[in-house]
């Protein structure tokens, strides 16, 4: 890992949460602590630095000692709202994203992403398992920043449709199909308290 370049880690927690009941998901507890909880746990290690995109709660989110940032865009525009600000404000040239609201996500996500965009040359890394891309598990490099800003100024803000003008690698994780599992509902939050 010490060969590689520096990776600025941002958990995605921007959202309004409409199918939880517009609560706050990074929040809702799982297994008595907050969802981010697990999420930091699992996806802190993978990275030099660790920052938080949140559009509310943001007292609450510092709780956890990571800086936390609102998107630039207002609206609740989506992930790549996020992601737009976290590339303004990250320390490193690499930037991985993660949901608040994925808590099972792989323990070698940064890594195996890492493989694939230095092994492709790419932009951007993206996870897929079997016929399902997950966009929002991503590794890019800092330097989209003004595209990106440029696609969001020009009212995009399909995360697909961003990465389709880049140069990106999917990066297969069948073996870990379940990892990629996030909590959008209540029935799904009571399917995993166990």
């Known amino acids: 890992m ?3 370049e520096s990776i600025t880690g941002v958990i995605l927690a921007g959202g309004q949460g409409r199918r939880m009941g517009s ?8 297994r008595g602590r907050p969802m981010v909880a697990h999420v930091i746990e699992r996806f802190g290690p993978q990275v030099d630095e660790l920052i938080i995109n949140a559009n509310q709660n943001a007292g609450r989110y510092a709780d956890f000692g990571y800086p936390v940032f609102p998107d630039d865009i207002g609206g609740f525009a ?14 490193h040239p690499l930037v991985a994203t993660a949901p608040c609201d994925s808590p099972f996500l792989p323990a070698d996500l940064v890594a ?13 890394a993206v996870a897929r398992t079997f016929d399902q891309p ?3 598990f991503c590794l890019c490099r800092r ?21 389709a003008t880049l140069k990106i690698v999917e990066v297969r994780f069948d073996d870990e ?3 990629f ?13 166990q």
Do not use: C, M
Request: zero cysteines; proline letters at 4%.
């Open 2 to 4: 010490s060969t590689r």
């Open 23 to 30: 609560v706050d998901k990074g929040l809702v507890e799982l």
């Open 181 to 193: 599992r996030n909590i959008n509902t209540r029935d799904e939050l009571d399917g995993v308290q």
């Open 78 to 91: 989506g992930p790549l709202a996020g992601l737009h600000a976290a590339l303004a404000r990250a320390q």
């Open 143 to 163: 330097d989209v920043l003004p595209h990106l800003d440029a696609f969001l100024a020009g009212g995009g803000r399909k995360i697909d449709f961003w990465y």
């Open 112 to 124: 195996r992403l890492h493989g694939g965009l230095a092994a492709a040359g790419a932009q951007l």
């Open 177 to 179: 199909e379940d990892a």
């Open 134 to 136: 997950h966009p929002v």
